[in-house]
């Protein structure tokens, strides 16, 4: 695994922010029928931005990398 992760759902207690990137109008079929089943809130910052536009940047980092 080369994500964030945490183990829980979201925050300690298992909640999010009541905003469109943690409930989005869409969610697509995910494990667990939400976006933070078992990691942090997209609307978690981080030093890059949001956890929502950055969850999946390491492994597009990898994909770009090693097709070079």
Sequence with gaps: MNE???FWDGTH???CYNSTYDHPPYVPHVEGG???FKT???SS???G???YN???LYGTLET???SM
């Design 64 to 66: 770009r990398i090693t």
């Design 49 to 51: 931005g949001l956890h």
């Design 40 to 42: 942090i809130c997209p």
């Design 13 to 15: 207690n298992g909640l």
């Design 54 to 56: 950055l969850h999946n």
């Design 4 to 6: 964030v992760s945490n």
């Design 45 to 47: 910052l981080q030093y």
């Design 34 to 36: 939400k976006l933070n």
